[in-house]
């Protein structure tokens, strides 16, 4: 089984392991609400988002699971403060994301005009449906 899964850039900065296409990892998924990456990446492509990594909700009862990384695409997008707001917020433009091949994925990018990494879109298949000898990270 195919699943797709949200890595916030800042998880990996913070207290993550750098993982690659082939890789076979242990991640924390938490099921998202595709609603929350809209603005990030667009309708089409959050509607196919099933979970997000997450080093930090052990205490929220979440199981580690084993995946094998199928795909990896940097996400960049632009951000900007809302006109006619008085905040000093920052949010994504919609309609602005940037999708960018990686083999390898270690919480930093490279510099793109005009937008900022956010994170990454990985597509992986659940261990139980990988071949056994596959190299892991992440135990």
Not at 66 to 92: D, F, K, M, R
Not at 130 to 137: E, I
């Amino acid at each position: 089984m195919t699943v797709t899964v949200w890595v916030d850039d800042w998880q990996i900065q913070c207290c993550g392991q750098s993982f690659a296409t082939g890789d076979v990892v242990s991640w924390n998924l938490l099921q998202v609400d595709p609603e929350d990456y809209v603005d990030i990446v667009g309708s089409q492509r959050a509607s196919g988002i099933d979970f997000r990594e997450e080093h930090h909700g052990q205490d929220q009862g979440c199981a580690a699971t084993w995946l094998e990384v199928l795909t990896i695409a940097e996400v960049h997008c632009q951000y900007e403060v809302p006109p006619g707001s008085t905040a000093n917020h920052y949010y994504p433009v919609p309609g602005t994301a940037v999708l960018v091949p990686a083999e390898e994925a270690d919480g930093w990018a490279e510099a793109r005009p005009d937008v900022r990494f956010v994170g990454y879109l990985v597509t992986a298949r659940r261990a139980a449906d990988v071949p056994k000898g596959t190299a892991t990270r992440g135990q």
